[in-house]
């Protein structure tokens, strides 16, 4: 049997901007998001939470989306609904560029010398700059 396709990336590591703080003070901030599925797209969108506020929509789909954050045993609609501001816009954008877009990487330029590159935003590149 052929291995699987290399080429295909289906999950994505990121630093959040802040952390999610626990129950104990612990700052979790390493994490893992995968690519959402037809069925996380459908499901989330007949949840009765949804139903009534349709702002709901974004924390079920990362709730299922989002596998690991730092030691955390699970990821529920309690930690991403306690998540700062911060934390959430950035897995919003983050959600929006891998399943939309197929990347995490941003085009950007240099204020002095106008030089262009691409900058990874989910923030796991390891090592040097």
């Known amino acids: 049997m052929a291995p699987p396709d290399a080429g295909m ?41 949804v139903r009534q506020n349709p702002a709901y929509l974004t924390v079920l789909l990362l709730e299922r989306t989002v596998t690991k954050l730092g030691t955390l045993a699970g990821v529920d ?12 816009a950035f897995l919003q954008d983050l959600y929006r560029r891998i399943n939309q877009d197929g990347h995490t990487e941003a085009a950007v330029g240099c204020p002095s010398c106008g030089h262009q590159f691409a900058v990874d935003i989910a923030g796991d590149a390891k090592g040097g700059s």
């Open 9 to 49: 990336r289906t999950e994505y590591p990121f630093v959040l901007p802040r952390g999610f703080v626990d129950e104990h003070g612990q700052v979790h901030r390493e994490g893992v998001m995968r690519l959402a599925t037809a069925r996380d797209e459908l499901t989330t969108q007949t949840d009765p939470r």
């Open 77 to 88: 609609t309690f930690v991403i609904e306690n998540l700062f501001a911060s934390d959430l």
